[in-house]
Every structure is written in structure tokens, then in C-alpha cells.
């Protein structure tokens, strides 16, 4: 077999799938990439959701039930994203709030 022969059989074959798994990899990585984004955006607007929550019922100093659901719902969706860190103490603090307003 000569030179032409074996770069007939092993190297065109080779630049073409080597050239087809590079674009494959930049395609993946660009994927993951916005992947990431959006999952820390959806983390984002979770979490000032439920600081919006947590600090309007605060102030009240009650928190109905409907909202502790709620809350709790978003809590969870976020929970499953990662790093909660400083959400699991509000997340506590709200669901020892009362579910009504005192003296009524």
C-alpha cells in the first residue's frame, strides 16, 4: 500500500469526523453554557420573588396560608437549583410567621 492509499483510507476519514466531533464539543459547550444562564436567571427571579414575599409579610406580621404554599412552591423550585445558603433561614423565619393577622 502507498502513501496516497493509506491517506485515502485514514486520513480524510480522520479530518472529516476530527473536524464533525470539534463542532459536536463547541456545540455542547455552548449549550451548557446558556444552559447555566438561564438556570441562574430562573434562580434569580425565585429567590427576589420570594425576598419580595417574605418582606411584605413580614411587615404584616402574618402570612395566610395561600401565601406559605405559594411560598413554600417557590422555595422548592429553587431548593433544587442550589446554593440556597441564606433562603433556608428566611424560608424558616416565614413559615413561623402566624396565619393571621392578631387580634382578629
Known amino acids: 500500500m502507498n502513501f496516497w492509499e493509506w491517506l485515502s483510507y485514514f486520513g480524510i ?6 473536524s464533525m466531533f470539534a463542532f459536536v464539543v463547541a456545540k455542547m459547550k455552548k449549550y451548557k453554557s446558556e444552559q447555566d444562564a438561564i438556570r441562574n ?6 429567590r427576589a420573588e ?4 417574605y418582606n411584605k409579610y413580614n411587615e404584616l406580621g402574618y402570612a395566610p396560608i395561600y401565601a406559605k404554599e405559594n411560598f413554600e412552591n417557590i422555595y422548592k423550585n429553587y ?3 442550589g446554593l440556597n445558603g441564606v433562603m433556608d433561614g428566611m424560608r424558616k423565619q416565614f413559615m413561623e410567621l402566624p ?3 392578631k387580634g382578629e
Do not use: C, R
Open 79 to 81: 431548593h433544587s437549583l
Open 99 to 101: 396565619t393571621e393577622q
Open 41 to 46: 436567571g430562573i434562580q434569580a427571579l425565585l
Open 50 to 53: 420570594m425576598i419580595k414575599s
Open 13 to 18: 476519514p480522520t479530518l472529516i469526523f476530527g
